[in-house]
């Protein structure tokens, strides 16, 4: 029994009593930009304060901290900050922050929209509350979305990151690699 002695069930919160089951409140259009808003706002401040620390991993990856590419060895995490920062400048530990503050701010913005318009979408076939199911359908839709507009930005980044003083092809900044990528690279196809 509920306080008060009644029995009614209370309807969920984003259904009012005059609105018929499954039918999404009319300020929900408004959410789904102010969800946008606040992923492609998380996303640029991610990146601003973490970068460094991407630069150093994506070079790890390709490295595995042994010098085995055109990069140099890396012992740990801190000498590879200080050594890029001593022979790179802040330039290299920001390398390739155009295309990360663009590709997060513009994932995270995607993700949190078509997240929301699935769940929506769902919630219009619902008499009451959506099924972890529907949560967990909405996600793999929203990322995957997000994962097929924001490729080929990422791959920007990723090479961007991977330029050192030395490489033999340096590029100016993210239009003239997004330049060299279609023209030279295949188009679309090369960054999928």
Same mark, same amino acid.
């Given at each position: 029994?509920?306080r008060?002695?009644?029995?009614?069930?209370?309807?969920?919160?984003?259904?009012?009593?005059?609105?018929?089951?499954?039918?999404?409140?009319p300020?929900?259009?408004?959410?789904?930009?102010?969800?946008?808003?606040?992923?492609?706002?998380?996303?640029f401040?991610?990146?601003?304060?973490?970068?460094?620390?991407?630069?150093v991993? #994506?070079?790890?990856?390709?490295? @595995?901290? =042994? *010098? !085995?590419?055109?990069?140099?060895?890396?012992?740990?995490? /801190?000498?590879? +900050?200080? #050594?890029?920062?001593?022979?790179? @400048?802040? =330039? *290299? !530990?920001?390398?390739?922050?155009?295309?990360?503050?663009? /590709?997060?701010? +513009?994932?995270?913005?995607?993700?949190?929209?078509?997240?929301?318009?699935?769940?929506?979408?769902?919630?219009?076939?619902?008499?009451?509350?959506?099924?972890?199911?529907?949560?967990?359908?909405?996600?793999?839709?929203?990322?995957?979305?997000?994962?097929l507009?924001?490729?080929?930005?990422?791959?920007?980044?990723?090479?961007?990151?991977?330029?050192?003083?030395?490489?033999?092809?340096?590029?100016?900044?993210?239009?003239a690699?997004?330049?060299?990528?279609?023209?030279?690279?295949?188009?679309?196809?090369?960054?999928?």
């Open positions: 029994p509920l008060g002695g009644s029995q009614k069930a209370k309807r969920p919160p984003h259904l009012s009593p005059e609105m018929p089951p499954g039918t999404p409140p300020s929900t259009e408004a959410w789904t930009w102010e969800n946008a808003g606040a992923g492609a706002t998380a996303g401040a991610t990146v601003a304060t973490f970068h460094p620390l991407d630069v991993r #994506t070079r790890f990856q390709v490295s @595995g901290g =042994r *010098g !085995l590419s055109d990069l140099p060895p890396y012992r740990n995490t /801190g000498h590879a +900050v200080y #050594t890029i920062a001593r022979s790179e @400048g802040l =330039r *290299g !530990l920001y390398a390739g922050f155009y295309p990360a503050v663009l /590709g997060s701010t +513009v994932s995270w913005g995607l993700y949190f929209f078509f997240y929301n318009r699935a769940k929506q979408r769902y919630l219009q076939e619902k008499d009451v509350q959506l099924r972890p199911f529907d949560h967990l359908a909405s996600a793999a839709e929203a990322g995957a979305l997000v994962c507009f924001t490729n080929p930005i990422w791959l920007v980044k990723t090479r961007m990151q991977l330029q050192t003083p030395g490489h033999t092809s340096s590029y100016s900044g993210f239009s690699r997004c330049f060299e990528n279609y023209s030279e690279r295949g188009g679309m196809a090369s960054t999928l």
